[in-house]
């Protein structure tokens, strides 16, 4: 059947080898004068501007699996789905805060990683080792997803076998090229492959926003034939408005996953690649243009609904893939060779951030388990080296999700990876704020977060499994008298930042060491051309005029 | 989003950076979204859009007015 798609096959193709041969070539692009240290290799030499910024942390916050699972959200639940355009409006502001201050805490003194901060602000290596483990397991789930991207497309257009490895053989191929050239190229490789990726989506999109709603009849015949669909279905919660059981758990599940985005290892590793701070808030006025686009592929879903697209069958038996409606409605719709590059888009949609999901573990477990437990005095080549070697480690460990296990199950992961990483906000992103909080208290809150959040997504049921159903947790189970539903991460880490806080106290009563903060305040408002940065690439050490205690 | 500063001010005259009052704005993109009782609606229908889609596409640009003006605001005056 796979005949019936040569012409997409074969643009999706040539546009894959053209991402991969640039992919090689980034290791020339803005060529540092040492490749061989942990900055230039995991971020870029810390040197992106504005346009470079903006399209690398927009081919990262949007991902394939985003443009894939939004809109199958949307053909399947209605207006719950909608939650990504809030979710994706809210995280700007607080980078546009928060965030800042990490670039700039971590220009002066070398930061690569969350846990880096963390371990100077509250001298903890335990705490760092939390938040490190907290970042990579967060992150492997995310970048299997991003092959589940790859794979509706690659399904549609019939390229599937009828055993599990010739099944996943394409996939194992183009990820084996993208760690290839991650492993030569560093952060510079998915950079320039995100102006290709970016421009791509940008094109199908608009097209998309154009002419299918003129095909289909108008906007107004799309949500008439949304509003249909959901009216027929047995499910309550559905439809294109909100109903009274679901709005906290929309408002607070956009809340928590914006508070999550910007936790995530590969946003904040997308950010500290920036030259200055005054890249990173002009891009937060600029990266919005990605949520409208976003809130356009949304309604992608609706479209599919009108279109009378059917999903594919998923793996069990009787179960569909929402998750190829967008791919199937490009199929339906567009001229074979369109297709194919919006085939492509979503394809190479998906390199982009693995690539960068991978830099952000490797260097995670580099500077916070390797340079941290395994050798203290590794150099920066050493150090630049192991990252490159997890960064392979990394991609495998992905495949091998996507291949051997049920690709559900990692799709669970990333469901409880918004609420894991979400636990690491007091003393990340409060903990550029403020020392108040107590090294132990941050560690013991974190605990108790993590075990409430897992209790909590393991209690939520769906129509088709018993457990880990979905985040929107019934507030029933609590004991109050409603139907209405949160989202479990705002729950955790709620009670996450109370039990840090009363631990503090407590801790502070009986006067426990809190350890040497090793930032001062005006560290949080460093620039560019700052004189007092610590050892850098290309830096001098010696102009520190105070000390760095 | 997080309590101020407690730490004692010290010798850093760069600090008032961060500290313009025109930051506060920034709270109205974060709040604004997240209050279902404005978008959770119908009427009025615009270009075929419930209002619960072209008012939520519509606050993007309110987080791009915002966050641009603050940059405006904020970011440094003059040389250095």
């Known amino acids: ?549 | 989003m997080a309590a101020p500063e407690p730490e004692a001010p010290t010798t850093a005259p760069t600090r008032a950076k961060d500290h313009s009052p025109w930051n506060w704005l920034l709270f109205i993109p974060i709040v604004v979204p997240l209050i279902p009782v404005f978008f959770n609606g119908d009427s009025p229908r615009v270009f075929g859009f419930p209002r619960f889609y072209w008012l939520q596409l519509a606050f993007i640009l309110l987080g791009v007015g915002t966050t641009t003006l603050v940059y405006q605001m904020t970011k440094k005056r003059g040389g250095s």
């Open chain 1, 1 to 549: 059947m796979w005949r019936d798609h040569l012409t997409e096959i074969i643009v999706f193709s040539f546009l894959f080898l053209l991402v991969s041969v640039m992919g090689f070539v980034a290791a020339r692009w803005r060529a540092p004068k040492d490749m061989a240290h942990l900055d230039e290799w995991g971020l870029g030499g810390r040197s992106f501007g504005g346009w470079i910024t903006w399209f690398l942390v927009g081919g990262d916050l949007y991902t394939a699996y985003t443009f894939v699972a939004v809109p199958a959200l949307m053909f399947g639940a209605g207006a719950a789905g909608f939650f990504a355009v809030p979710y994706t409006i809210v995280i700007y502001p607080l980078v546009f805060l928060v965030l800042v201050r990490l670039w700039s805490v971590s220009h002066r003194h070398g930061f690569v990683t969350p846990a880096d901060f963390v371990r100077n602000r509250f001298d903890s290596p335990v705490l760092a080792l939390l938040i490190a483990i907290t970042g990579i397991v967060a992150t492997m789930p995310y970048i299997a997803l991003q092959l589940i991207g790859i794979e509706a497309v690659l399904k549609t257009m019939g390229v599937t076998g009828d055993n599990a490895l010739a099944r996943h053989l394409p996939i194992i191929i183009a990820f084996a090229i993208l760690a290839a050239y991650t492993y030569q190229s560093g952060l510079r490789a998915p950079a320039l492959i995100a102006f290709v990726k970016d421009s791509l989506i940008y094109i199908v999109i608009l097209v998309a926003v154009i002419y299918l709603p003129y095909k289909l009849g108008g906007w107004g015949d799309i949500f008439a034939a949304a509003d249909a669909k959901f009216d027929a279905s047995p499910n309550p919660n559905d439809g294109i408005l909100l109903n009274g059981n679901n709005q906290l758990q929309y408002v607070t599940l956009a809340l928590g996953s914006a508070l999550a985005l910007f936790l995530y290892p590969h946003s904040i590793t997308g950010v500290l690649a920036s030259r200055n701070r005054d890249v990173i808030k002009r891009n937060m006025s600029a990266l919005p243009a990605y949520s409208l686009l976003l809130g356009l592929i949304a309604l992608l879903g609706y479209m599919a609904i009108a279109a009378g697209v059917k999903p594919l069958p998923g793996n069990s038996a009787g179960s569909v893939d929402n998750n190829t409606i967008v791919p199937l409605l490009f199929d339906q719709q567009f001229p074979d060779w369109f297709a194919g590059v919006a085939y492509a888009a979503i394809g190479i949609g998906a390199l982009v951030p693995a690539a960068i999901m991978s830099i952000a573990a490797a260097n995670l477990f580099t500077r916070n388990i390797y340079k941290e437990y395994l050798k203290r005095d590794a150099s920066p080549a050493q150090e630049a080296n192991v990252s490159k070697i997890t960064s392979l480690v990394v991609k495998v460990g992905a495949v091998a999700c996507i291949v051997f296990l049920d690709p559900q199950f990692s799709i669970d992961l990333q469901l409880i990876g918004g609420v894991i990483i979400l636990q690491t906000l007091p003393a990340v992103a409060l903990g550029l704020y403020t020392r108040w909080f107590h090294r132990t208290g941050l560690i013991v809150g974190w605990a108790i977060g993590m075990g409430l959040g897992m209790w909590m997504l393991y209690q939520v049921a769906s129509p088709t499994r018993k457990h880990f159903g979905g985040s929107a947790f019934p507030l029933s189970e609590f004991g109050f008298d409603t139907t209405r539903t949160i989202y479990v991460g705002i729950v955790a880490v709620a009670v996450n930042l109370a039990v840090a806080a009363l631990v503090t106290l407590a801790l502070r009563a009986a006067k426990v060491d809190e350890g040497v903060d090793g930032t001062t305040p005006d560290d949080y408002f460093a620039d560019e051309g700052d004189p007092r940065v610590t050892a850098g690439p290309d830096r001098d050490a010696d102009s520190a005029r105070e000390p760095v205690a």
